[in-house]
């Protein structure tokens, strides 16, 4: 069985082929990112005329690396939301048309759930040396799966008792943990996006340099992450001695290299052990047979540092390239949903929705 997944979003125009939602045969990603980091993050409107530029070779591309005609794709399935509802009307009107005319079942796929199966990936095509250079797990995750979902829109965990049956134990009550990292590397003047860009800096620096607050949150499996936010922003103003007031964007150059190493350091230390003790309660909790992250943030090496180091039992990662926004994890998704008999979606009426929740 093979389906074709395809995402778009955000700023990632995104499709690739999976079988049997393990074998990874394709994963065509462009990007609209370099477009929007002079604004230091994402431009809804940007991003939605890239996908209307990109979505057809993208698509083709990854039934071309597949080695697939549309005779070898049994089904489509698609992201309609949560995301930018711009860009999700591309893929989704897309995924749509291609249903209709091609005489295809078509799936519609939470976002937030597809980022998860992106874990079940652990075989690739073997003549293609591109896809041959993905690390990817040995084995599928087993349930009960216990996943922590970092990006920069969510921040969730999440208890799998089986395929499309999970109870979600908490998420952030304000920003992303995603959009922490953004922030903060705006502050300090890296590029966008601020994942990579603060943990190359922060790997000059002394994560003890500085202590920031972990939140306190009613909730025993929510997250915070403004107060954070806010934390480091105070900080880099006291670093060079201005008031609360003085515009952030100035801040960044009269902040030394030092400081900048030492700031991003401390707080990735601190936002990534925010997720990690929560993921360790819940582990302790409810004893998973397994844990996955997934999402932008699990690309985080100082995440996968932190998480091997405390948690009990093994665990595996998959490659960067499945954390990020992708249409591997859409398509895989989509083969379980396949092989369960789940309903499928109506081609000539799959709306948006932009504010879907887990
Ligand atoms: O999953 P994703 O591509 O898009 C959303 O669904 O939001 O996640 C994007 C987020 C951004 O906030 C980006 O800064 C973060 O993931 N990210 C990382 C890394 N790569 C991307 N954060 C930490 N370390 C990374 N290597
Ligand atoms: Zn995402």
Not at 76 to 86: K, N, W
Not at 326 to 339: P, Q, S, V, W
Request: with cysteine.
């Amino acid at each position: 069985m093979k389906i074709l997944g395809i995402e778009t979003s955000c700023d990632e125009t995104a499709a690739a082929v999976v079988e049997d939602g393990h074998r990874l045969l394709s994963n065509a990603v462009l990007s609209s990112m370099d477009l929007h980091a002079a604004y230091g993050g994402v431009v809804p409107e940007i991003a939605a005329r890239s996908h209307i530029e990109a979505i057809t070779p993208v698509v083709s591309e990854a039934l071309h690396t597949a080695g697939c005609a549309w005779d070898d794709i049994d089904g489509i399935a698609v992201t309609y939301g949560a995301g930018l509802g711009g860009s999700l009307l591309i893929g989704v009107l897309t995924a749509r048309t291609l249903a209709i005319v091609k005489d295809k079942p078509l799936y519609a796929i939470n976002h937030v759930e597809g980022h998860v199966y992106a874990n079940f990936l652990t075989e690739s095509r073997a003549e293609s040396p591109e896809l041959r250079a993905y690390s990817l797990p040995a084995r599928q995750p087993e349930f009960p799966m216990l996943a922590l979902i970092v990006s920069g829109g969510h921040s969730q965990l999440a208890l799998f008792r089986d395929h499309s049956d999970y109870t979600l134990l908490g998420q952030t009550r304000d920003d992303a943990i995603g959009e922490a990292f953004d922030k903060v590397a705006k502050v300090l003047g890296l590029p966008y996006p601020g994942g990579p860009s603060v943990g190359k800096k922060a790997l000059e620096g002394n994560p003890r340099a500085f202590s920031l607050p972990k939140a306190k949150m009613p909730g025993k499996y929510d997250f915070s992450f403004s107060g954070l936010k806010t934390a480091v922003l105070r900080l880099a103003q006291a670093q060079v001695g201005k008031d609360y007031a003085f515009p952030s964007s100035g801040l960044a150059a009269l902040l030394s290299e030092p400081q900048k190493a030492d700031i991003a350091a401390s707080f990735q230390r601190v936002a990534v052990e925010t997720v990690v003790d929560k993921t360790m309660m819940a582990y302790e909790e409810f004893q998973p047979q397994s844990v996955v992250i997934a999402g932008g943030v699990a690309a985080s090496p100082e995440l996968r540092r932190q998480l091997s180091e405390r948690l009990p039992c093994p665990i595996s990662y998959t490659d960067p390239r499945l954390c990020t926004d992708n249409g591997a994890m859409i398509a895989t998704l989509g083969c379980f949903k396949m092989l369960h008999g789940q309903p499928t979606a109506n081609p000539y009426s799959l709306d948006i929705a932009p504010n879907l929740s887990m």
